[in-house]
């Protein structure tokens, strides 16, 4: 049998290797943006922009055009600096905001959770 | 599988909205009673994990692309209604800081991903798993629980896009909000999912489902519940 303090700091290492592991995902999630433009493919279907869908059919259905821009979002399309075109500059800013989206999902999650859970067995 | 703002008619995501209030209002009183607070880390993890795996966007060569979920092995993990109040997390951050996904369509999106995919994911995982802890049926069970669940997923999605046409148009026969019927909408997302991210869904839980299986066996949600071990 673990002692407490043990099954502890089994706990604690395996937390800390899942924390890394995650840090590892986002230095790589630069692959979800070069993968799709090496393999020339577009957006997800149902996510083109007005402009997108413009092309696809002739049209920007009335409704989608009012409420298309309802919300603008602080770092749309994971970027700061949608000027940039090249790969790199694009890399580093999905980097940068796969760490900072990462970082506020685990702070805002870990706040929830201690509000709702109160069963400390 | 983000629906962004415009796509789905107000007659659309204000009663989808409502499903995951609802929804929710009941996940947190179950999260309450269900989780230990030494899991709370490990699903601030989970949220993080399902934000990261989402931005993982995989292309179909000269189509389109699509990504995973995560939501399948959350939800084996440590339950359903946990991987709801997860995945939405993950979700709403990306919709209101990164526009993935509309602010309108956040009801919609959360309920597609957050609340009928774990719940799809778990049932799925208890059916074919039988409360197994043989190596190979775990393993088996966490992929077709992840494929299954991916899957139907987009076929929602599909059906809350496809149905636009015939909730709004004017009078000249144009489409207010997505202007694809259900007959395109369904092959389209039904096919990409079936053929590609469904088995990447798949793989990551079974992969993910066969670590903790190996290093904390009694730590899977589904392992705990409805088993022999319930009340240990």
């Given amino acids: 049998m673990l002692s407490e303090k043990e099954v502890k700091m089994r706990i604690d290492k395996q937390q800390k290797k899942i924390l890394v592991v995650l840090l590892l995902l986002c230095l790589i999630t630069p692959v979800g943006i070069i993968l799709p433009i090496f393999m020339n493919a577009g957006n997800a279907w149902g996510e083109w922009s007005a402009q997108t869908l413009k092309d696809l059919i002739g049209y920007v259905p009335q409704g989608l055009a009012k409420y298309s821009h309802v919300w603008k979002a602080p770092m749309a399309d994971y970027t700061i600096n949608t000027g940039a075109r090249s790969v790199v500059h694009q890399s580093g800013f999905y980097i940068v905001s796969g760490i900072f989206g990462a970082t506020l999902t685990y702070v805002v999650m870990l706040l929830i959770s201690k509000l709702i859970v109160k069963n400390e067995e | 599988m983000h629906i962004p703002d415009g796509y789905l008619s107000p007659q659309t995501y204000i009663p989808l909205f409502g499903l995951f209030v609802t929804a929710t209002a009941i996940g947190v009183k179950k999260v309450k009673k269900d989780i230990s607070a030494r899991n709370i880390p490990y699903l601030g993890m989970a949220a993080v994990f399902s934000f990261i795996i989402m ?90 629980s992840g494929y299954l669940s991916l899957v139907l997923a987009s076929v929602l999605t599909a059906v809350e896009f496809g149905i636009q046409p015939l909730i709004a148009s004017t009078a000249d026969g144009r489409a207010l909000y997505c202007p694809y019927d259900l007959s395109i909408a369904i092959p389209a997302m039904a096919i990409e999912h079936l053929l590609f991210f469904g088995i990447i869904e798949g793989i990551i839980t079974a992969f993910i489902v066969g670590y903790f299986l190996r290093n904390d066996p009694g730590m899977i949600y589904a392992f705990r519940k409805g088993g022999k071990d319930e009340n240990r």
């Fill in chain 2, 55 to 144: 931005m993982f966007n995989l292309p179909i060569p000269g189509g389109t692309t699509g990504h995973a979920v995560g939501s399948a092995v959350i939800a084996i993990l440590f339950g359903p209604w946990a991987a709801m109040i997860a995945v939405s997390v993950a979700l709403i951050i990306q919709a209101l800081i990164f526009g993935d996904g509309g602010i309108t369509a956040i009801g919609a999106n959360c309920f597609n991903m957050a609340v009928f995919m774990p719940f799809v994911a778990y049932y799925t995982f208890k059916l074919f798993n039988n409360n197994s802890s043989k190596k190979r049926r775990v393993n088996f069970s966490a992929f077709i």
